[in-house]
């Protein structure tokens, strides 16, 4: 072996020393052709604690079942209510309640109530997309609490225009309106659940039509379809057959 074989080994195998050879947070280590002791950073200390809790305990303790009841039960409430308040007025009140909707005429009745009906559908779809924020939540139930107390003072049902027209007499028409207008918005939004669904199940994952199946594409297809309900109520004739 001769004196370069020699003089690469011994470097090498200095090197490998050198570099095995840490103590803390120094090293030695060979630069420039001399043995010298560099500081190296420490591994920092572990962020996540050791915890015997599992997933399920985790997931529990994110929960808040006290404040999903209380939600629960408010929702109810606002279903319940303010229908009930409305229905009170109609037959109660019934002289009141038709000069008021006398202000509007069964169009604007009918885009009233749709509107807020479109409110509450669209607050519960950013509900479940942002699942995160209660905000979309509340505004879910207050919205609810509007529609139901139109469709109260409408007296909403499957025959409502029998039950409008024994209340309200010649005055109905707005009652139908609002009624028309709130089951517009309903409709709309089942057909669009639909489609939806036959859209998730018919296009391919690698298809260009997915987009289609997007968070933003998904609610400018429910609007269209929203839009296309109240301009079949306003211009479709439906207003002068109830």
């Given at each position: ?5 020699r ?6 195998e ?60 408010g929702?109810l ?6 229908y ?74 499957f ?22 207008g ?61």
């Amino acid at each position: 072996m001769d004196e370069t074989t020699r003089d690469a080994s011994a470097y090498a195998e200095t090197t490998r020393s050198d570099r095995s050879d840490q103590s803390g947070n120094e090293a030695r280590e060979i630069v420039g052709g001399k043995l010298e002791t560099v500081e190296v950073s420490k591994h920092p200390d572990p962020t996540i604690p050791d915890t015997e809790l599992s997933l399920a305990d985790i997931e529990r303790s994110k929960s808040h079942p006290v404040r999903w009841i209380v939600y629960i039960a408010g929702v109810l409430i606002a279903i319940v209510v303010p229908y009930w308040i409305g229905r009170m007025l109609a037959v109660n009140h019934t002289a009141w309640v038709t000069d008021h909707f006398n202000i509007l005429n069964p169009q604007g009745m009918a885009f009233v109530s749709w509107t807020v009906t479109l409110a509450a559908l669209t607050c519960l779809g950013l509900a479940v997309v942002d699942s995160t924020h209660w905000l979309w939540r509340i505004l879910f139930a207050i919205a609810l609490a509007g529609e139901q107390l139109i469709a109260g003072l409408a007296l909403l049902r499957f025959d409502f225009w029998y039950s409008t027209y024994v209340v309200y007499g010649k005055s109905c028409a707005v009652a139908n309106a609002a009624n028309l207008g709130i089951i517009s918005a309903g409709f709309a939004v089942a057909v669009f659940a639909v489609v939806w669904v036959g859209l998730l199940v018919v296009i391919k994952k690698d298809s260009p039509l997915n987009v289609l199946t997007r968070s933003w594409a998904s609610f400018i297809l429910f609007f269209a379809f929203e839009v296309c309900a109240l301009l079949i109520v306003l211009f479709g004739g439906l207003l002068g057959t109830v």
